[in-house]
């Protein structure tokens, strides 16, 4: 099974999930470590700009994850998280 991402966003499996820096208030979002596994294509913003993908397949990056947890989704026991591109904060290398 290959997962494709649509065009503004990044696909990642998360690594140290419990490692979570909450970002305001802790429903609001949370800051996570994952590993990219597809990239969308860059696309307009809504409220204009571009959204760039700056990271590539097997990048680890830090990302913001939502409450309500409408950004992730599991298949076949794995979980993945759907990534706007805007929503990545940082590279580790």
Do not use: C
Not at 40 to 64: L, P, Q, T
């Amino acid at each position: 099974m290959k997962i494709h991402a649509a065009s503004g966003i990044y696909i990642a499996i998360p690594i140290e999930e419990k490692s979570q820096v909450n970002l305001g208030k802790v429903e609001e979002k949370k800051l996570l470590k994952g590993k990219i596994i597809d990239v969308g294509n860059d696309r307009d913003h809504d409220s204009g700009g571009k959204m760039v993908a700056d990271f590539k397949v097997g990048d680890v990056i830090y990302f913001i994850s939502y409450s309500e947890s409408y950004d992730w989704f599991e298949e076949e026991g794995q979980r993945y998280y759907t990534i706007l591109m805007h929503d990545a904060r940082a590279k580790i290398e």
